[in-house]
């Protein structure tokens, strides 16, 4: 296949395309459709989409459903559009035909994101989430630190309705994570304010964590200031 065919509407042979993993629609609507494709013409006006994956040789990537009307049909040619092989243009092409559920980043999503996929979750039939309160879900979840989250295990604790297990495992439908790395803790140098509370042993165990010497008979005041100058060396 030449680039410039990528893209363009191609009449194909049958015997020559993979349906690829099919459709899950009811045997029924692949029956009545193609019945109806055959009292029009027998023409697919809706192409399939396809990719090359060998000579003369394609497989089923999107709008699997009019695939499978024109196998029902005995169509000894179907209409095909042909993209490339990438993994992008094949998860693009099932979300564009309806065929796979577009994924929302959870670690970024907006306000309005996370609600529209909350209420898809909670409006599918025999939904998890059903009777979810959606307003205090969205709020919960859209105001946490979720940019942080490596799993959703954080929700649970948010006590918006989603605890773990099959309400949890819901979510992967339609979310998915990048979660961003932690900033680094500054740690601030101690002050002679807070050094005045700390006990003389506390006060020895940080002389010895910061490599000072001569601090193991000092009295509290000298570890004071033993610790503030070099607080304030190392804060220079």
Not at 76 to 86: A, F, G, L, M, P
Not at 99 to 114: C, G, M
Not at 148 to 153: A, D, I, Q, S, V
Not at 225 to 234: E, I
Request: charged residues 25%; glycine residues 8%.
């Amino acid at each position: 296949m030449s680039l410039s065919n990528i893209g363009n509407l191609m009449s194909l042979e049958m015997c020559e395309i993979d349906p690829g993993k099919g459709t899950n629609a009811p045997e029924f609507c692949i029956k009545a459709a193609a019945k109806v494709l055959m009292e029009s013409g027998g023409r697919n006006w809706v192409p399939v989409i396809v990719k090359e994956i060998g000579e003369d040789e394609y497989e089923v990537i999107g709008n699997s459903f009019v695939y499978a009307i024109a196998a029902e049909v005995g169509l000894e040619r179907v209409w095909c559009i042909v993209t490339d092989s990438s993994d992008g243009t094949f998860e693009l092409t099932q979300i564009l035909t309806g065929e796979l559920i577009p994924k929302v980043n959870l670690s970024t999503a907006t306000r309005d994101e996370i609600q529209a996929a909350l209420r898809y979750l909670i409006e599918k039939p025999g939904s998890e989430l059903k009777g979810l309160q959606l307003a205090i879900a969205t709020n919960r979840i859209d105001e946490a630190q979720r940019q942080y989250w490596k799993t959703f295990e954080p929700i649970i604790n948010l006590k918006c309705g989603i605890t773990k297990g099959k309400k949890l495992d819901a979510l992967k439908e339609v979310f998915y994570l990048t979660p961003a790395e932690p900033e680094p803790v500054v740690i601030t140098p101690p002050s002679s304010t807070n050094l005045n509370t700390l006990t003389v042993t506390q006060l020895k165990d940080m002389a010895k964590q910061q490599g000072l010497s001569g601090y193991n008979k000092k009295k509290k005041p000298e570890l004071i200031a033993l610790l503030s100058v070099t607080s304030s060396k190392t804060s220079g």
